[in-house]
């Protein structure tokens, strides 16, 4: 149980929307989405660079609340980096019962102790310019139920996650995209088959809406 004082706790949230999750094992579902402020990295290809500093504080009861109203079963608590915010979302999250629940992190910082359904990482590779802030030691914590992104913007970004995840035996799912426009899925597509990887090939669903395809 949460105390009072727990509950008065805030988050500095950018923005709380429904949409169709993009990305990973829960791709095509309707999802409320919180997304917190502030990131402490800063990749090149970034696509939320408005969440660095723009949001509001609200209080973890008012965060429950909206996730129980909403009418959909997945969470989305997404950045910015969420585990900026470790402990208050874990304050968050096992008040939430029924509801399947995601945190996206960027890899920078350990998992350990966060409590959701399912963690989605990043291990972020040369073409982000952020791959040396990585803590590779967190690749050993995933849980088969939860995921590994790889974000390919380049055929050195998949040599390089090949290398690093031969060495670090990943439980979970491995999901390897394309930057969006700056590379070429059939090329992802190649590199798994010709290396005879496990690695789930997908796309940024969310980028194809707003193609309207
Ligand atoms: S970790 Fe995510 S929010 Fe932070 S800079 Fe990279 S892409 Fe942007």
Redesign the pocket.
């Known amino acids: 149980m949460s105390s009072i004082k727990d509950q008065k706790k805030t988050i500095k949230i950018n923005e709380i929307f429904y949409d169709i999750e993009g990305e990973g094992k829960y791709q095509g579902y309707p999802t409320l989405f919180i997304r917190v402020t502030g990131?402490?990295?800063?990749?090149k290809?970034?696509?939320?660079?408005y969440?660095?500093f723009n949001g509001k504080n609200i209080s973890i009861k008012k965060i429950i609340s909206i996730i129980k109203k909403s009418p959909y079963k997945n969470v989305n608590i997404?950045?910015?980096?969420p585990l900026l915010y470790k402990k208050t979302i874990n304050l968050i999250t096992k008040k939430i019962k029924n509801k399947i629940i995601t945190i996206?992190t960027?890899?920078?910082i350990s998992i350990k102790g966060i409590k959701a359904d399912n963690i989605s990482m990043?291990l972020?590779l040369p073409s982000?310019g952020?791959s040396d802030k990585m803590i590779l030691s967190n690749l050993k914590l995933l849980r088969p139920k939860d995921q590994l992104k790889l974000?390919i913007g380049s055929y050195e970004d998949m040599i390089y996650a090949n290398k690093i995840l031969k060495k670090y035996k990943v439980k979970s799912t491995i999901i390897a995209q394309p930057v969006y426009k700056k590379f070429k899925l059939i090329n992802i597509k190649n590199f798994v088959l010709k290396n005879k990887l496990n690695w789930k090939v997908s796309i940024q669903m969310h980028k194809m809406f707003e193609k309207d395809v």
Do not use: M
């Open positions: 990131c402490n990295l800063r990749c290809w970034c696509d939320t660079k969440a660095y997404t950045g910015g980096e996206e960027n890899g920078s990043d972020k982000s952020e974000v």
